[in-house]
């Protein structure tokens, strides 16, 4: 099982909002390392979403936004549109671990 | 940044797992980014593998840290990855990427090469 824990599945419909959890410990998020976020479309590399909990690289539409408090973090999406279906993972840094962790990856259905 | 895997897509177990990655439209020989390895079993979750900075220093996953090496070629903007004694466990998509040495996130990717250990 992964360092850090999200839901296996969020689904919502177009328009919507949508939130992905991201959970860790005192070792990773709660240590006050940065969470960061990627969206991995279908048959295609992970892409950087959103980096150092709420900062979104040029390009990234600001429908998706980063938030972190204590030892866990969220990825929100307003706006859903159907092109948004993807897998989404969190990252941080683990101090225990000495080493990059991932969440297990959420899967986001457009109904 | 532009990174590219390269390898063979089928191994043995009784050989060695080796993936190269090339590095193009950056600084590959100074400080900015870890190079790193990350892979995804079929259907999974991403696993961070390692990474090495351009000085030759690497870390690793410490659950892999035992049958992994990373190492890098500065004057071919290269840098591989060496999995010994692989088992149909270590069949994924590997991806190459940079990781950012003042963010700590991975900022580019490359596209993925699919792996499966078998005899």
Redesign the interface.
Same mark, same amino acid.
């Given at each position: 099982q992964?360092v850090l824990t999200q839901p296996p599945s969020v689904s919502g419909t177009p328009g919507q909002r949508v939130t992905i959890s991201c959970t860790g410990s005192r070792s990773n998020i709660g240590a006050g &390392?940065?969470v960061?976020w990627?969206q991995q479309l279908p048959g295609?590399?992970?892409?950087?979403l959103i980096? @150092?909990n709420s900062n979104r690289p040029s390009g990234v539409p600001d429908r998706f936004s980063g938030s972190k408090s204590g030892t866990s973090a969220s990825l929100a999406i307003t706006g859903l549109q159907a092109e948004d279906e993807a897998d989404f993972?969190c990252?941080s &840094?683990d101090s225990s671990?000495?080493? +990059? +962790?991932? @969440? @297990?990856?959420t899967k986001l259905t457009v109904l | 940044v532009q990174l590219q895997e390269s390898g063979p897509g089928l191994v043995k177990p009784s050989q060695t797992l080796s993936l190269t990655c090339t590095v193009s439209g950056g600084s590959f020989n100074s400080a900015g980014y870890y190079w790193s390895w990350v892979r995804q079993h079929p259907g999974k979750g991403l696993e961070w593998i390692g990474y090495i900075y351009y000085s030759g220093t690497a870390y690793y996953n410490p659950s892999l840290k035992s049958r992994v090496a990373i190492s890098i070629d500065t004057s071919k903007n290269q840098f591989s990855l060496r999995v010994s004694s692989p088992t149909a466990a270590d069949t994924a998509v590997y991806y190459c990427a940079a990781f950012s040495d003042n963010g700590d996130y991975f900022d580019f990717w490359g596209q993925g090469s699919l792996v499966t250990v078998s005899s």
């Open positions: 992964s &390392y940065d960061h990627y295609t590399a992970p892409k950087l980096y @150092g993972y990252q &840094y671990l000495r080493g +990059v +962790v991932f @969440g @297990g990856g | -």
